[in-house]
């Protein structure tokens, strides 16, 4: 069936280094994605999205890369601080009317 | 803040119990939505309103029922739950159903004894 998925569970990465999170996506249908950040006893918070007429799309310190061909969504964090320590969903949405399909999550830890 | 309010954050409640979980936000926008968070799953959506119009029940139990009384408003009535209910539940609102981010409150996390 269609799924939205993260290729691993945990990512350990220095603190000022470079962070690359990955996902993987099924539905060939699938024209919006989304990626979020969960903090402990919080909600998910936006963090940035993309449509799928865009391969890459910046926010601060932050981007998102899309590849449709082998349907792969990836998420880049620029000198990775202590506050990003989180878990990261992505989500796509396989069209104008309908829901949005999240993946399990990945936890990002931040050495000091 | 996120600009969407979930109360109480945290529920004890008995199988035979009835409570409610309620939802308010001041973003102006036209859906919101209810969805079920457990531990090592994926975000599981329950329900979709469209202004103040459920337009999607994702086969949730009866023992759930939500209520919109307005766009801003969105409650889940709970009744004779189960203990695999335990969870976080997180309300989440667009500014309209689509290719639109969704914006979630903090969650009320929930206990079934």
């Known amino acids: 069936g269609e799924s939205v998925g993260l290729h691993l569970p945990t990512l350990s990465v220095q603190e000022g280094d470079n962070s690359i999170i990955n996902c993987a996506y099924s539905?060939?249908?699938?024209?919006?994605f989304i990626w979020y950040k969960q903090e402990s006893g919080k909600g998910p918070q936006f963090i940035i999205d993309?449509?799928?007429?865009?391969d890459k799309r910046q926010g601060q310190r932050v981007t998102v890369l899309l590849n449709k061909t082998v349907k792969h969504l990836s998420l880049q964090i620029a000198a990775t601080q202590p506050g990003d320590s989180a878990v990261y969903f992505c989500?796509?949405?396989?069209?104008?009317?309908?829901?949005?399909?999240f993946g399990k999550g990945i936890t990002l830890s931040v050495r000091p | 803040e996120t600009g969407v309010t979930q109360t109480p954050r945290h529920l004890v409640m008995g199988m035979t119990n009835k409570k409610s979980l309620k939802c308010e936000q001041h973003?102006?926008?036209?859906?919101m939505y209810w969805y079920k968070q457990s531990a090592k799953k994926p975000l599981e959506l329950m329900f979709v309103y469209n202004f103040k119009e459920q337009t999607e029940n994702n086969s949730v139990p009866s023992r759930f029922s939500p209520e919109c009384p307005n766009s801003s408003h969105l409650f889940l009535h709970l009744h004779t739950l189960q203990p695999e209910d335990s969870a976080l539940y997180l309300c989440?609102?667009?500014?309209?159903?689509?290719?639109?981010?969704?914006?979630f409150g903090d969650g009320t996390r929930l206990s079934i004894l």
């Open positions: 993309i449509r799928s007429n865009m």
């Open positions: 539905n060939s249908a699938s024209d919006y």
């Open positions: 973003l102006g926008h036209n859906a």
């Open positions: 989500a796509e949405n396989g069209g104008a009317n309908s829901k949005l399909t």
């Open positions: 989440a609102s667009s500014p309209r159903i689509g290719n639109q981010p969704q914006h």
